[in-house]
T-cell receptor, first 115, second 111 residues
């Protein structure tokens, strides 16, 4: 199957700082990528849809100015958590859609801990 | 909201077949049935998907009832590494629909 990577796999930061998470499709091009968040013992919640070359589409309740998404190329999308606070601590997961079948392949996730 | 219903948890003996059911009684004609699984602290892994016909790949088999209102994911010889949360999702290809994850089924494979 298609391979999606994320970097870093985990990050610890101080409250008020910004953190950037990268999502890459390694063996295919993805015009659309997705960002999810997962809190402990809960299911994945979609945060935003990232389209190459255009603005991301955010789900209701997700602050676009806090969670900045950039999809500058067909293989890279980045999520920047700005002015992070402890309540932003979560497991962030990206996925990329393979065009032919619309099947989404997921990255391994990034564990963010804000102190 | 998820359009599927799955049991909260299931157990299976190592080496035996694991049969995971999913109800999707309101599925529409152009919606596919997708299965993903999530091993603890990892991103979801794509398993298989289908529309009407039964499907098989190297990981699993997907059996869809004739009326398409339910399906079963079969892991033919479960191993301890198959312990995970399994998600059944209905999804329309080619549109703007998004994957919606429900609570899934926690499958525990016991030695």
């Amino acid at each position: 199957g298609a391979v999606v990577s994320q970097h870093p796999s985990w990050v610890i930061c101080k409250s008020g700082t910004s953190v950037k998470i990268e999502c890459r499709s390694l063996d295919f091009q993805a015009t659309t990528m997705f960002w999810y968040r997962q809190f402990p013992k809960q299911s994945l919640m979609l945060m935003a849809t990232s389209n190459e070359g255009s603005k991301a589409t955010y789900e209701q309740g997700v602050e676009k100015d806090k969670f900045l998404i950039n999809h500058a190329s067909l293989t890279l999308s980045t999520l920047t958590v700005t002015s992070a606070h402890p309540e932003d601590s979560s497991f962030y997961i990206c996925s990329a859609r393979v065009g032919a079948t619309d099947t989404q392949y997921f990255g391994p996730g990034t564990r963010l801990t804000v102190l | 909201d998820a359009k599927t219903t799955q049991p909260t948890s299931m157990d299976c003996a190592e080496g035996r077949a694991a049969n995971l059911p999913c109800n999707h009684s309101t599925i529409s004609g152009n919606e596919y049935v997708y299965w993903y699984r999530q091993i603890h602290s990892q991103g979801p892994q794509y398993i298989i998907h289908g529309l009407k016909n039964n499907e098989t790949n190297e990981m699993a088999s997907l059996i869809i009832t004739e009326d398409r209102k339910s399906s079963t994911l079969i892991l033919p010889h479960a191993t301890l590494r198959d312990t995970a949360v399994y998600y059944c999702i209905v999804f329309t290809q080619g549109g703007s629909e998004k994957l919606v994850f429900g609570k899934g089924t926690k499958l525990t494979v016991n030695p």
